[in-house]
């Protein structure tokens, strides 16, 4: 049985990428770089964070007292719910 020379260096670099030690090495990478964007996005939406210097130079002052705006509140009930950006 005759092998193309292309499958053999595709077993070859399978065998390199795919190593069983390296599989957990990948997933706290993956499992990171989800987590960094997840967060990247949090900040986006935040009131901190001013995109539009026209449309509204200060969201921040749009917080209602019985609105949260933390990440995590703990013992906490809001009744207004999350504060939510309108637009990005």
Request: with cysteine.
């Amino acid at each position: 049985m005759v092998v193309a020379r292309g499958a053999s260096s595709f077993r070859n670099t399978a065998k390199i990428w795919y190593e069983p030690a390296a599989i957990p090495i990948y997933a706290v990478v993956g499992i990171a770089c989800a987590g960094a964007g997840w967060y990247l996005t949090h900040l986006m939406r935040h009131p901190d964070v001013v995109w539009d210097k026209r449309g509204n130079p200060e969201p921040w002052n749009s917080v209602k007292p019985d609105q949260n705006t933390k990440l995590h509140a703990v013992n906490q009930k809001f009744e207004g719910g999350s504060w939510k950006r309108d637009r990005l």
